[in-house]
């Protein structure tokens, strides 16, 4: 998948997706924004995992102190890049999230939202602790997946994506029970709500799960 995201959906290809998603996704983004706006304080130092083209760094931004956002697709970065341009307080950087290369708990907010911990198709244990590695005493790392209930919305997005030629045609035989599969290789799985509370287990000293707006499970762990 990193592949894919790399060389089939980054940069422009990647803004076009948000571009063309439907009234009730545009709430499903907004709601995912508010939710972290609603844990951040000025004065925090925040990192968001998967940043993309910047579109969450950006509203963000007004409210920390500083952040920093990651990505393994150099496009999507170079994209950020402008798409930012102006905010002083934003930093980029080519970097594997569940590798990450920052010193221990440097951060008062961690967060990856819109399904990243399935898209990034890496070890989802080991990710949510690389997140709570970074995340300073007292913070908080927050992860989002799809709720079950928002299910119709998603695949309907995604058709409209593959109607623009932006991901491959959707795999219908293949597709079903929260998992979306494309023809030419896309496959996104979810993490449902118990799902959340396994794999977080042990890494904080409180962990919250919450279904937002009908559309989202996040997953918040206080450390």
């Not at 969450?56 to 007004?62: S, T, Y």
């Not at 890496?122 to 990710?127: A, P």
């Not at 709720?147 to 995604?158: K, S, T």
Request: hydrophobic share 40%; aromatic share 10%; proline share 2%.
């Amino acid at each position: 998948m990193e592949g894919y995201y790399g060389e089939k959906l980054a940069g422009e290809r990647l803004r076009q997706c948000y571009e063309v998603a439907p009234p009730r996704v545009r709430r499903y983004l907004e709601a995912e924004i508010q939710f972290v706006l609603d844990r951040l304080e000025s004065t925090d130092a925040v990192l968001e995992l998967g940043c993309g083209y910047g579109r969450v760094l950006k509203e963000l931004a007004p409210a920390a102190r500083n952040i920093v956002g990651i990505d393994r697709s150099r496009d999507s970065l170079h994209m950020a890049t402008v798409y930012t341009k102006g905010l002083q307080n934003i930093t980029l950087a080519c970097m594997d999230a569940a590798e990450l290369g920052f010193r221990s708990g440097c951060f008062d907010l961690v967060f990856c939202v819109q399904n990243g911990i399935s898209a990034f198709h890496v070890d989802q244990r080991t990710l949510l602790r690389s997140a709570v590695s970074v995340t300073k005493a007292g913070g908080k790392a927050l992860f989002s997946s799809y709720a079950d209930e928002f299910w119709y919305d998603r695949l309907e997005w995604f058709r409209i994506q593959a109607s623009n030629g932006l991901v491959g045609e959707i795999d219908d035989a293949a597709t079903g029970n929260g998992t979306i599969v494309c023809k030419d290789g896309f496959r996104a799985t979810t993490v449902c709500p118990d799902g959340f509370q396994q794999l977080s287990q042990g890494l904080g000293t409180d962990i919250t799960i919450e279904i937002v707006a009908g559309s989202s499970v996040f997953c918040e762990i206080g450390v």
